[in-house]
C-alpha cells in the first residue's frame, strides 16, 4: 500500500502511467470498446466507472498543455443516443486544463487508439464513453 493514491489505481494502471512520457496517449474506454483487439497494452478496470476512474487518474496524470490532451468518440451519425457522461468528463478535465475538449469520428478514434501508448477498458456501460488523454509534463 502507498499514500495518496486513488484507491480506484490499480498496480497495473499505475506501473502504465509511470511509463508513459509527455505526448503518449492513454485510452479510456467503455466496455463495449474493442479494447483487446486495438491495444498495445492492455489494463481492466471492469468494475469502475469511465467517469470515476478519470476522476482518480488526474489526481496523478499531468494533461499535455503543448497539444490537444483530450478526445471524445464522436457518436455515429444519425444515432440519437443521449451522451451525458460527455459533460462529466469535461467537468473532471475542466479541474486540470482548460483544453478544449476535441472529438474523433468513430474510425478515427479507433486508429488514434491503436498508436495509445494503453488502453484501460472500463466498466462503463454508457455508450460513446471512449476519452483519449495525452500526457503532459510535470511543472
Do not use: C
Amino acid at each position: 500500500m502507498l499514500k495518496g493514491i486513488p484507491k480506484q489505481i490499480s498496480p497495473e494502471l499505475i506501473k502504465i502511467m509511470m511509463e508513459m512520457g509527455h505526448g503518449d496517449e492513454l485510452v479510456i474506454s467503455d466496455a463495449n470498446f474493442p479494447a483487446a483487439s486495438i491495444a498495445k497494452r492492455l489494463v481492466r478496470a471492469d468494475g469502475l466507472g469511465g467517469v470515476e476512474i478519470l476522476k482518480a487518474m488526474l489526481e496523478l496524470f499531468p494533461l499535455d498543455t503543448y497539444a490537444d490532451p483530450v478526445y471524445l468518440m464522436s457518436k455515429v451519425p444519425g444515432d440519437n443516443v443521449e451522451t451525458p457522461i460527455w459533460e462529466e468528463y469535461k467537468t473532471e478535465i475542466s479541474k486540470h486544463s482548460d483544453a478544449e475538449v476535441k472529438f474523433l469520428e468513430r474510425f478515427e478514434f479507433y486508429e488514434r487508439a491503436k498508436d495509445a501508448y494503453a488502453v484501460l477498458i472500463t466498466g462503463e456501460s454508457a455508450l460513446y464513453a471512449n476519452i483519449i488523454i495525452k500526457k503532459g509534463v510535470v511543472k
